[in-house]
């Protein structure tokens, strides 16, 4: 059994709260050099990585660069600034409900992804929070998504983050939901969804398919209203979109979603109308460093409920 590698420290610093690149070439190969197998393997586009190297901005372990002919290495690794795209800003705050010397609790808005991944860079939760805060070393113990507002959890030491990471690999954490979606009088709540979803590769939605469930969540109607039903959830699983399928199944889709039950085209760069109404009100959970019982709730409003008229205009 071949030994997981030590992970060398980046020779990079940060660069607007966001980590380098890092690549470790593969044992298996026939490649030359390092620049043959970057131009090769990295979707960079045509002479990119050549003028990377040519300018000294791919490094290595002990960060001299990377030169045109620095033999193929296997195990290797290699680190490099990405050219970080143009992204909209993200109009809306990130509140910190919570801060120690472990974790940060931040309650963050709609439209805001938690970590740098695709087009959304900079303009992150973890990499606005690593400037604003002055903590570059901040990692995601968990994620929420984009289109989702509040509460996520980071840690402030490296060295920490599995422990809490674990907690939620282990469904040690009790997290509650909030959403907005259509009344139906003829639903029987509360009740437990039970189903199988996949999510592949390359389609923005997931499905529910035939098979032993791998996701489980809780609804509850808490409130109604012209129309409208305020709901509780509570996911006993993790499965991606799954309180979004689940609400879909039950034929009250979650207010201002863009997948379920029709994905729809693209919205332009810069239009927060309409975001998802779907919140993570509440986390709550033991302290696997400090022993100390934790119980967070998010101050964020669903618009739809506290002021539908604005939200559908």
Not at 131 to 145: N, Q, S, V
Not at 260 to 274: E, I, K, L, N, S
Not at 280 to 309: C, I, M, N
Request: hydrophobic share 40%; no cysteine; aromatic share 6%.
């Amino acid at each position: 059994m071949r030994r997981k590698p030590r992970i060398p420290p980046s020779p990079l610093p940060q660069r607007d709260g966001v980590d380098p690149v890092r690549v470790r070439l593969p044992h298996a190969g026939e490649w030359v050099t390092v620049r043959e197998y970057l131009a090769e393997r990295l979707a960079a586009g045509p002479g990119v990585i050549d003028g990377m190297v040519a300018d000294g901005l791919v490094v290595r372990a002990d960060g001299r660069p990377v030169e045109p002919s620095t033999p193929y290495a296997p195990g290797m690794f290699v680190w490099f600034h990405r050219e970080l795209p143009d992204e909209e800003r993200v109009p809306f705050a990130v509140d910190v409900v919570y801060r120690d010397a472990h974790i940060v609790v931040a309650d963050k808005p709609h439209f805001l992804a938690t970590t740098p991944r695709g087009s959304h860079v900079a303009e992150t939760v973890l990499a606005r929070l690593r400037r604003e805060l002055g903590i570059p070393a901040l990692g995601a113990a968990h994620r929420l998504d984009r289109l989702t507002a509040g509460l996520v959890l980071f840690t402030v030491r490296p060295e920490e983050r599995g422990a809490y990471q674990s907690l939620f690999r282990d469904r040690l954490v009790a997290k509650e939901y909030e959403a907005v979606a259509p009344y139906d009088a003829g639903l029987t709540l509360p009740r437990t969804v039970r189903s199988r979803i996949v999510k592949e590769r390359g389609l923005l939605a997931a499905r529910e398919v035939a098979g032993e469930p791998n996701a489980v969540s809780g609804v509850e109607l808490r409130d109604r209203r012209d129309g409208l039903g305020r709901y509780r959830l509570v996911p006993r699983t993790g499965q991606t979109h799954q309180l979004r399928v689940h609400m879909n199944t039950l034929g009250v889709p979650i207010l201002g979603d863009p997948l379920y039950p029709v994905v729809t085209g693209p919205v332009p760069a810069g239009d927060f109308r309409r975001p998802l109404q779907l919140l993570a009100r509440k986390l709550e959970f033991t302290d696997p460093v400090t022993g100390l019982t934790h119980r967070f709730v998010s101050g964020r409003e669903l618009q739809a409920w506290s002021a539908h008229e604005d939200w559908a205009r």
